[in-house]
C-alpha cells in the first residue's frame, strides 16, 4: 500500500505562487495515476486535476483557469502541484491522491498540507 506525503503548503498573499509536492513510499511509483483535491471547511471534496502514470497526460478541473499545473518526477517518485495567481478563495487543505492503473477511484491519500491564501 503506498502512502503519500504532501509538502509545501504555507501562506502567500493573493496573486502569490506555490508548489506543493506529494512523495510516495512505493518504488512502483509508476503503477499509479496520481491527483490533486483540496477541501474547505465548508465545502465538499473538489477534485483539481490529475496525472497519468507516465505523465504525459494531464486533466484540470473548468475552474482551475489555467492557474494550476501538475507535473511528476517519476525517478523521485513525487508529484508536484504549481499554483500560481493565487486567490483567497483557494484556501484550503490540499490532499495528494493515486490510484493503480485501471481503478476508477483513488484509493490512497495523503495526510494533506494547508494553504491559506491572504487577501
Known amino acids: 500500500q503506498v502512502q503519500l506525503v504532501e509538502s509545501g503548503g504555507g501562506l502567500v498573499q493573493a496573486g502569490g505562487s506555490l508548489r506543493l509536492s506529494c512523495t510516495a513510499s512505493d518504488r512502483t511509483f509508476t503503477n499509479y495515476q496520481m491527483g490533486w483535491f483540496r477541501q474547505t471547511p465548508h465545502s465538499e471534496r473538489e477534485f483539481l486535476g490529475s496525472i497519468s502514470s507516465t505523465g504525459v497526460s494531464t486533466t484540470y478541473a473548468d475552474f482551475d483557469e489555467g492557474r494550476f499545473a501538475i507535473s511528476r518526477d517519476n525517478a523521485k517518485n513525487t508529484m508536484f502541484l504549481q499554483m500560481n495567481s493565487l486567490k483567497p478563495e483557494d484556501t484550503a487543505i490540499y490532499y495528494c491522491?493515486?490510484?493503480?492503473?485501471?481503478?476508477?477511484?483513488?484509493?490512497?491519500w495523503g495526510q494533506g498540507t494547508q494553504v491559506t491564501v491572504s487577501s
Open positions: 491522491v493515486a490510484r493503480l492503473i485501471g481503478r476508477n477511484q483513488y484509493a490512497f
